[in-house]
């Protein structure tokens, strides 16, 4: 059973940063893809960040140059540094991982809010 445990949300001001993780319980090599989407409140679940299956990484228009997506393959972790936050980037921020044959894997999510 694969699982997925998300941390670092918080309450933080406009310009501020966080650093999210996401702790798998298996090894990262068994994801083809793997990353960060979030869904803010009457909005549908968007991609943030994620790993390709080569290794690339794609990122929201909305983000690019702002947040980060990196990964640690010995904590079984992916992080997403994110960096002059803004209000509207509030949201749940769930992780998200496919596995061929297998599909989709999410993480509960954790709240980011970024008061103005």
């Known amino acids: 059973q694969v699982q997925l445990v998300e941390a670092g949300g918080s309450l933080v001001q406009a310009g501020g940063s966080l650093r999210l993780s996401c702790t798998a319980s298996?090894?990262?090599?068994?994801?083809?893809?793997i990353g960060w989407y979030r869904q803010a409140p009457e909005k549908e679940r968007e991609l943030v960040a994620r790993f390709g299956r080569d290794g690339t990484t794609t990122y929201a228009d909305s983000v690019r140059g702002r947040f980060t997506i990196s990964r640690d393959n010995t904590k079984n972790a992916v992080y997403l540094q994110m960096n002059s936050l803004k209000p509207e980037d509030t949201a749940v921020y769930y992780c998200?991982?496919?596995?061929?044959?297998?599909?989709?894997?999410w993480g509960q999510g954790t709240q980011v809010t970024v008061s103005s």
């Open positions: 998200k991982a496919w596995i061929f044959a297998r599909g989709d894997y």
């Open positions: 298996q090894s990262l090599a068994v994801f083809g893809r």
